[in-house]
């Protein structure tokens, strides 16, 4: 049974430029977060989706928008990219109940230069 | 709102000491507490949860944890450490109705020979 699958594993862009990142679940979940982790750091909640819609947000500007596919994948869009968005990007995915086993997946490492 | 705070930020031991990790939260409302721990280059795994009932918690690797309501307390614990116990390790709250998970900075566990 495959975890949570998270693509690329690692890149780098430019400041001001975009970047999507992109996430499976796991096997029959069908809720989705992405969190962000700064070297040194733990990780920051950014947004949940739930039934392709965003659900509850973190304290993250409207540069971070998300997406979320019939089959439950995800997608992290971040734009006007700055250098403090330089971080590990982290998805996780459950089933929607509260106090539901929340599993990561390995990560995306973004570098904005 | 609620925010965790993880007393120390590195905790070096040698192999088979006990050790001892604190985690304090804040809350208004009722939560939910986590432990979890990331090995180098790799995402978050649970290693256990406290919901409802029994304060002390365990896992499948001899770690625990006791929930204390009035010192608002999660401290991890583990009686005899293995080196390959050396990782980062993430104390995590969320609110009992929500699914965000609040997380402290981590505290780095080292297990020396």
């Known amino acids: 049974d495959a975890g949570v699958t998270q693509s690329p594993t690692h890149l780098i862009k430019t400041r001001g430029q975009q970047v999507t990142l992109r996430c499976s679940p796991k096997?029959?979940?069908?809720?989705v977060s992405w969190y962000q982790q700064a070297l040194g750091q733990g990780p920051q909640f950014i947004f949940q989706y739930y039934e392709e819609e965003e659900r509850q947000r973190g304290n993250f500007p409207d540069r971070f928008s998300g997406h979320q596919f019939p089959n439950y994948s995800s997608e992290l869009n971040v734009n006007a990219l700055l250098l403090g968005d330089s971080a590990l990007y982290l998805c996780?995915?459950?089933?929607?109940?509260?106090?539901?086993?929340?599993?990561f997946g390995e990560g995306s490492w973004l570098t904005v230069v | 709102a609620q925010s965790v705070t993880q007393l120390d930020s590195q905790v070096p031991v040698f192999e088979e000491a006990p050790v001892e990790l604190r985690c304090n939260y804040s809350?208004?409302?009722?939560?939910?507490l986590f432990w979890y721990v990331q090995y180098p280059n790799q995402g978050l795994q649970l290693l256990l949860k406290y919901l409802s009932g029994s304060t002390l918690v365990e896992s499948i690797n001899g770690f625990e944890a006791e929930f204390n309501k009035s010192q608002t307390s999660f401290h991890l614990r583990k009686p005899s450490v293995h080196i390959s116990d050396t990782a980062e390790y993430f104390c995590?709250?969320?609110?009992?109705?929500?699914?965000?998970?609040?997380f402290g900075k981590g505290t780095s566990l080292l297990v020396t020979p």
């Open positions: 096997s029959g979940h069908d809720t």
């Open positions: 809350s208004s409302v009722s939560v939910y």
């Open positions: 996780a995915s459950s089933l929607r109940s509260p106090g539901n086993t929340i599993y």
């Open positions: 995590a709250v969320s609110e009992s109705s929500g699914y965000a998970l609040n």
